[in-house]
């Protein structure tokens, strides 16, 4: 299974009258009163389609993208995730106001509704289902009587080691993988420096670094192979065909 996790501390309304701030404050403060209002928009919509009222004015439009904040919360509050809103206010008298905003915001987050369901990835999936093809195929193979043919018991035996092999490769971690593969990447490489293509070669020949990126043609002759450089400069936009 896999998931992810959202931790966000939203700042508090910001009062220019009551903090009495200034310069470059200020546009931070009505930036964040900005994403707030979007997110109360946001809010206000979804605890209106959850409880089944529609129109104009809710519809099915949810303005995630007005603002940062509601499209990185798109997925928390209405895709597939468990929400938690922790709503705080302030027992002064001059912040009743923003008390009173505070409450209302958390009476429709409350509200809002969404479903949480086991995320599995594609190749769990694939494992659980090749591991009941196994099953399957084994106990075929034990029920079968003398009566069946050498070759439909072989084929038999050649699709279950095949199913078991798959499986493993499923199976393994993303660690094992990436060795897999670091390792199919140096034997290309040894192949290429027998051919006189290692990378300092390549390099010297394109008069660049060994990350640069570039194209090269293999041949089956030697001789051929990497006589066609194509370096692909950096920020450059190259186009390949017409």
């Known amino acids: 299974t896999t998931c992810k ?11 220019i009258k009551k903090t009495q701030v200034e ?7 009505v930036m964040i009163n900005q994403s707030l209002t979007n997110l109360a928009i946001v809010i ?11 129109g104009k004015k809710s519809g099915d439009f949810i303005p995630y993208r007005n603002s940062k904040l509601t499209y990185f919360l798109q997925d928390s509050l209405s895709g597939n995730a468990r929400t938690a809103v922790i709503a705080t206010i302030s027992p002064a008298l001059d912040n009743r106001s923003e008390s009173l905003s505070t409450l ?8 809002v509704r969404t479903q949480a369901v086991k995320n599995e990835s594609d190749n769990t999936t694939a494992a659980a289902k090749l591991k009941d093809e196994i099953t399957r195929l084994q106990a075929r193979l034990q029920a079968a009587t003398t009566s069946e043919s050498s070759d439909s018991l072989a084929a ?15 199976e393994r971690s ?15 490489d040894d192949a290429l420096a027998k051919m006189g293509l290692s990378s300092a070669q390549i390099a010297t020949l394109r008069g660049g670094s060994a990350n640069t990126p570039h194209l ?11 006589s066609l450089v194509y370096v692909v400069p950096e920020g450059t936009t190259v186009r390949i065909g017409s």
């Open 5 to 15: 996790m959202n931790i966000v501390d939203l700042a508090g309304s910001e009062r």
């Open 23 to 29: 310069g470059a404050r200020v546009k931070e403060g």
């Open 44 to 54: 206000s919509r979804l605890a209106e389609a959850a409880k089944g009222k529609t």
């Open 104 to 111: 209302r915001f958390a009476q429709s987050a409350k509200a």
């Open 156 to 170: 038999l035996r050649d699709q279950v080691a095949a199913s078991e092999e798959l499986a493993r490769k499923f």
């Open 174 to 188: 993303f660690q094992d993988q990436r060795e897999e593969a670091l390792a199919q990447q140096q034997l290309r």
């Open 216 to 226: 090269m043609n293999i041949s089956d002759d030697p001789s051929l192979s990497g």
